[in-house]
């Protein structure tokens, strides 16, 4: 049984929002308590990236790692941004990646504008750990034209989701924890280990 693991993350919000969805069960330390350095994320999936990036966190932290890549997949751009979802505009600047979504998608009318968040996750218990626990989760919804409320981080101010009738930012944080891409991921993992 693990009670604690590292996140193969830097990102607050994504500590915040796993440590949230693993509640009590495990302990989860962010990679920053160890290493400031991230790994090249050279794989072409988001599979691939996830696992790249767990192995790197189990290596430098000497625990059990769990790593999620994930991003914005949009029917009209062929998937894009994909896995460059964090650095499409060039940087890691939501701000910039949001207004070149915009722009790319400024001539496409509101039945085209598809999308939906995935994200893979990946766990290893140790570094070289052959037998990876991966976990996908998909979020269906549409692209906006421009973006809406105050919550979440990325992508979420553009991202309307119809059983809601509201953008991924506007849905309180634990409501989304309960229907987003990673909470689909999380529930999927935590049957693997068990928890649920």
């Known amino acids: 049984m693990i009670e604690e693991l590292v996140l193969a993350s830097h990102n607050a919000g994504k500590l915040k929002e ?6 009590a069960h ?12 991230e790994p090249d994320e050279t794989g072409l999936s988001f599979v691939e990236n996830a696992i790249l990036k767990a192995r790197h966190a189990a290596r430098v932290s000497g625990l059990p ?29 939501d701000a910039a990646n949001n207004a070149k979504l915009l722009d790319a998608l400024k001539d496409v009318p509101d ?7 995935v994200c893979a996750l990946a766990l290893v218990r140790h570094a070289d750990d052959p037998l990876p626990i991966l976990c ?3 979020w ?19 991202f309307w989701v119809a059983e809601r009738q509201c953008s991924s930012a506007e849905l309180p944080a634990a409501e989304k924890n309960q229907l987003s891409h990673r909470a689909r991921a999380m529930a999927l993992l935590k049957q693997r280990l068990g928890l649920a």
């Open 26 to 37: 495990i302990k989860v330390r962010s990679i920053a308590e160890f290493s400031s350095v």
């Open 65 to 93: 790692a769990l790593a999620d890549d994930s991003g914005l997949a949009v029917d009209a751009l062929g998937g894009a941004p994909g896995i460059y979802s964090a650095r499409y505009a060039g940087g890691k600047d």
């Open 111 to 117: 039945a085209e504008r598809g999308a939906q968040f």
């Open 140 to 158: 269906p919804g549409r692209i906006l034209h421009t973006p809406r409320g105050e919550q979440g981080f990325g992508y979420d101010p553009l």
């Open 18 to 23: 796993l440590q949230a969805m693993l509640g």
């Open 136 to 138: 996908e989760g998909l």
